[in-house]
């Protein structure tokens, strides 16, 4: 590659920064220049780059190698996944092992055998994008099941095109910050906007933008109402408090919608002329259907807010230009469908949709970038290839995939079938972090032939795999970051020595593919510098397009960062304004071109867990069903403060926040006291799925009955326990507890936020945590190759 510039970028999730340097090594990491509110998540890079955990060679669970040594394959091969010492390998032969894997299966039971696992996050950069990476190289081989959807907003991402004929306002097409907080008078945000969501996002981040829309906000007197049961989920200062049960925000919105009704106040002529389906939903609404008008004093009774609360906000919102925010939490919920339903429904009575700083939009803060003005410029990516295999899963239906194979399920109005998944490789992410029902995967887990994976680390998904490639991390390799929801393009240059025997995804891949004859289609007959100057000409062409001329290569990773300027506030839109401005021309893409609060196409699936139009759906686990009589806390499991998802949980930044080595779990102090608990003390989180240990910290800022345990803690079950279907989890991993069950049929979506459980205090002898330990490794087996 070029010569180390002088001035290096390291992109990362949660910004750029610019590495400074002492013989050889990084000293420090100093956020990049134009970043107005850096975050401190980049303190764990260099620690984690020679952490202990660190794999460093090629390596194979031992009881697998002995198998495959033998000629060996069967039910039950992966019986000693997560508990078995694993035999280091040289290189060559862990490749000719992975290959062989991966065309006996391709051979004997076709590509649809092999499931392509990644969740994205490794990398910022564009070309190691492992999730890329992995798809690109099973495409090459003929192709592998994949995955649909993502654990972040499944539910919507299925409901909405029903609705609006798109995913506009969810991924993309935002109103944004500056135009809700310079036009609307109230802005109401039912999950809040928390900051530490904020802190990353999926391409990189130039500047960080939620905390100035927040103080933007205050200074134009916006009135901001947080609507949920975490007071301090919600960034600014002035901000009103809505406590509301989780779970219940269909029930305040339907109530909502019932005053307009009501009072007189629900747009007629929007919902005439924008709209199909309104007299059903308001039948609904005003009880003429079922006998049970949706009343502020109804949605009382269910979700906690009080009835006038509930009234008088309706009607300030229908008497100022008002904004509908909703986060992407409430969504991975029983039936989470039906508030991002119902919120539209209530955006539309109040006829304010297409207007500047009015209607709704859903997770701003849930990423950095979301709500920010951008110019309409897409960024190149690396060409994931054609997938000759047509099946697909919903994601979160993994475990149910593996356990049921050849089962029939409903998905969006198909019935489908589960496919038989013989070989997951995996590259970039952590199931064992995010899925639900961990023992319950664990189970399925031991279900296909082979697991394979790439990583950097011993975390808790290479401890479940058979075959372990070590991978390099973003300071040990070249690479270009840019993000669609942000202005920047960034150089992330190599600043350290890959650690041990580490290769970078491209590369372990392609030794692969020419194992499998399929080095050519890989590769693309590119080196990665080839690949970088390649991307990157189709950058500087695209923003050609939009009148923008970026620097030749060289400059550009010279100097590491090329922005793009803003566009102005008079270019500024607003989510569905020209659909607005003129519903023919600008028809949505659903059957009747409109918004629709009553779907036809919906009600014909005939689901009843996600009827035509948006409902109260009482869900599984929430305080008012009687399993509360059991398990009387509501765990919600939150994104954590000290690191992305589970990454780098292994360095000191993100351990300094634990108390005994374990996830701190907030409470209310009422519900501690109850339990005769104080700050520090650790206690046992349970349900009926598992167990976890988790420290105490009171707190004023939750709901009572509510208990607040943020996800990430890499999953570290009781060593001593390998024939145990739930051996406690001894380091606070909230999805122990959290049911792995989809949010209807129709989405089949996570429903982590629907968990009820009970606490106790933990008097035992306290088990030291071993997540960050490597596992046992075996001496050399005989008979292997030197």
Not at 569 to 585: I, S, V
Request: aromatic content about 8%; overall charge negative; proline content about 7%.
């Amino acid at each position: 590659m070029l010569p180390t510039p002088e001035r290096q970028t390291i992109a990362t999730h949660w910004g750029l920064y610019r590495p400074k340097m002492v013989d050889g090594t990084i000293a420090r990491l100093d956020p990049f220049e134009l970043d107005k509110d850096p975050v401190s998540l980049a303190e764990g890079l260099v620690e984690a780059h020679s952490a202990p955990s660190r794999i460093l060679r090629p390596a194979v669970r031992q009881s697998f190698l002995q198998a495959r040594e033998a000629g060996r394959r069967g039910a039950g091969d992966g019986a000693g996944r997560g508990y078995e010492p694993f035999v280091e390998l040289p290189w060559d032969e862990a490749l000719d092992l992975a290959a062989a894997e991966l065309d006996y299966v391709r051979r004997t039971f076709g590509n649809k055998g092999i499931y392509g696992g990644s969740y994205g996050w490794s990398s910022a950069g564009r070309f190691h994008h492992a999730q890329s990476q992995v798809h690109r190289f099973l495409n090459s081989i003929g192709g592998y099941t994949r995955s649909v959807q993502n654990y972040s907003f499944a539910a919507a991402d299925m409901i909405l095109p029903h609705v609006i004929g798109s995913r506009k306002g969810l991924i993309d097409g935002h109103t944004s910050w500056e135009r809700v907080v310079s036009h609307a008078k109230i802005v109401v945000m039912f999950g809040g906007a928390p900051l530490r969501n904020a802190q990353v996002g999926s391409g990189g981040v130039a500047s960080h933008i939620v905390r100035e829309a927040m103080e933007l906000s205050a200074a134009n007197g916006v009135r901001v109402v947080s609507v949920s049961p975490i007071r301090d989920d919600t960034a600014g200062e002035n901000v009103e408090w809505l406590p509301i049960r989780p779970g219940t925000d269909t029930a305040m919105l339907l109530a909502m919608m019932q005053v307009l009704i009501a009072e007189g106040r629900a747009d007629l002529d929007f919902l005439s002329r924008y709209t199909v389906g309104y007299d059903k939903l308001a039948a609904y609404v005003t009880g003429a259907v079922d006998g049970l008008p949706k009343t502020p004093e109804w949605a009382a009774d269910i979700c906690g807010v009080p009835g006038e609360t509930i009234r008088g906000l309706a009607l300030a919102m229908a008497g100022t230009r008002s904004f509908l925010m909703m986060s992407w939490s409430l969504q991975r919920a029983d039936f989470g469908e039906q508030p991002y339903w119902a919120s539209v429904a209530l955006a539309a009575m109040l006829g304010q949709i297409g207007l500047p700083g009015g209607g709704f939009g859903f997770g701003y803060a849930c990423a950095n970038g979301i709500g920010n003005a951008i110019p309409d410029v897409k960024w190149p990516s690396l060409p994931q290839g054609t997938n000759a295999v047509s099946d697909y899963i919903p994601v979160a239906r993994i475990a149910d995939a593996l356990l049921h194979p050849g089962e029939r399920y409903d998905f969006n109005g198909e019935s489908r079938v589960y496919p038989d998944l013989k070989l997951i490789y995996w590259a970039g992410g952590n199931p064992f972090h995010h899925h639900q029902d961990l023992n319950r995967l664990r189970r399925a887990w031991q279900k296909p032939e082979t697991v394979i994976i790439n990583d950097s680390w011993w975390n808790p998904l290479a401890r479940h795999a058979d075959i372990v490639f070590p991978a390099t991390t973003t300071l040990e390799r070249d690479d270009i970051a840019c993000s669609a929801r942000d202005l920047f393009i960034a150089a992330s240059h190599a600043s350290l020595v890959p650690a041990g025997e580490a290769r970078d995804d491209h590369a372990i891949f392609a030794g692969l593919a020419d194992r499998l004859g399929a080095r050519d289609a890989f590769t693309g007959g590119r080196d990665i510098e080839s690949w970088l100057r390649h991307m990157y000409s189709n950058a500087r062409q695209m923003a050609a397009g939009i009148g923008h001329e970026l620097p030749e290569f060289e400059r550009f990773w010279s100097q590491g960062v090329a922005l793009l300027p803003p566009p102005p506030p008079a270019e500024q839109t607003d989510l569905l304004g020209a659909f607005r401005d003129d519903p023919e021309k600008h028809a949505l893409d659903t059957p009747s071109g409109k918004i629709e609060l009553y779907s036809e196409t919906v009600a014909g699936f005939g689901y009843d867990d996600c009827p035509g139009h948006p409902a109260w759906l009482a869900p599984r686990e929430w305080l008012g069903a009687p399993l509360a009589a059991r398990y009387p806390l509501h765990l919600l499991s939150n994104q954590p403060k000290r690191r992305l998802h589970s990454q780098y949980d292994v360095a000191a930044h993100s351990r300094s926040g634990k108390v005994h080595d374990r996830e701190v779990m907030r409470m209310h102090p009422d519900d501690a006291a109850a339990r005769g608990l104080a700050d520090g003390d650790v206690v046992k989180v349970f349900n009926d799925r598992g167990a976890c240990l988790a420290a105490v910290e009171t707190s004023g800022d939750l709901l009572p009955g509510v208990v607040q345990l943020a996800t990430g803690a890499w999953y570290d079950p009781l060593p001593a326990a390998a024939d145990d279907p739930q051996p406690l989890e001894i380091h606070g991993n909230p999805n122990v507890l959290t049911a792995d069950i989809g949010t209807s049929r129709l989405a089949q979506g996570p429903s982590a936020q629907s968990c009820l459980v009970q606490v106790e205090r933990f008097d035992a002898p306290l088990p030291p945590v071993q997540a960050f330990t490597p596992p046992p490794f075996a001496s050399r087996l005989r008979g292997t190759k030197a």
